[in-house]
């Protein structure tokens, strides 16, 4: 997910980390390792954000396009009409490709907000959002767990969006559905060893890790951020940043297209198949037309390849 984007859709159109003991144990932490059902044959999975389709076209139409140009699943917005919800996951049944997540994403208001009115609003914003993976057939919807500002301490966005996630969990249980964290540029869960130990502090299964491999290159290398989340990670986003890696390389840069930035790809492709990870690989860049979709798809068959 990228930093503050628009999270509110009603149509179809997207305990505290105590220092040294924290990490003990995380790489065999409590979190149980990634469902069989999300170990599917042949995996890792190709998947697409659905604002990246053509808007032109018809709902049917953008999820056939998805699954002719190479897409084997979709991520979607969340979507609160049930009568679109319906329609969209039967336009992907029909089209052969799966929903298998929301993009609710949890800016505006954060769980972490200072003020209990808005903290609550977004409790509530995160239930729908969960209800609608739930009428669409995802696995999960990703959460940007909190945001620390000028008016949120990192201590407390902490505790609030612990306590707030913790709130969530019967709901998640209940519907099986995910509650999957994503580290993204909101000043939160700055290193793996955090993000690893904040994800194993609910001792769910239901909540896991969303990574997204383009955002932590400002300041970071994203194979060291996989190799240490491993089984954590239930999903994935890809995208390519032009600048870094980690700060000796300044906090200049900018996305650009798959396998045009500053990743190393292949390492970042070993370090998924030492994890064993092979969920979905939903792309998160611009959309486009036909041809630049079949390009993106073709990008990513590289990635998937070690290339």
Known sequence: MKPNRSETHTSISRRAFVGGTAGVALLAGPAGAQDTASKAEHGPHKAV???MLPENLTVEDRLKLARDVGFEGVEAPPITDPKEQERLRAAAESAGVRIHSVIYGGWD??????????????????EAAL??????????ILLVPAVVDAKTRYVDAYHRSQQAIRRLLPLAEQLKVKICLEEVWNNFLLSPLEFAAFVDSFRS???GAYFDVGNVVPFA??????????????KVHLKD?????????GIGGHFVNL????????????AFAEIGYTGYMTTELA???????????RRVDKILAGS
Request: glycine share 12%.
């Open 221 to 234: 290398w994203p194979q060291d951020w996989i190799r240490t989340l491993g089984h954590r990670i239930q």
């Open 241 to 249: 940043f032009k600048g870094g890696p980690g700060l000796f390389g």
């Open 131 to 140: 209800q609608c993976a739930k009428a669409l057939g995802a696995d999960d």
């Open 109 to 126: 208001p954060p769980l972490s907000s200072p003020d209990p009115q808005a903290a609550a609003q977004s409790l509530k914003n995160a």
């Open 49 to 51: 954000l659905y604002s």
């Open 205 to 207: 299964r239901w909540v």
């Open 287 to 297: 959309g486009g037309d036909e041809a630049y979709l079949r390009d993106v798809s």
């Open 259 to 270: 396998l045009e930035g500053s990743i190393d790809w292949p390492e970042v492709r070993r």
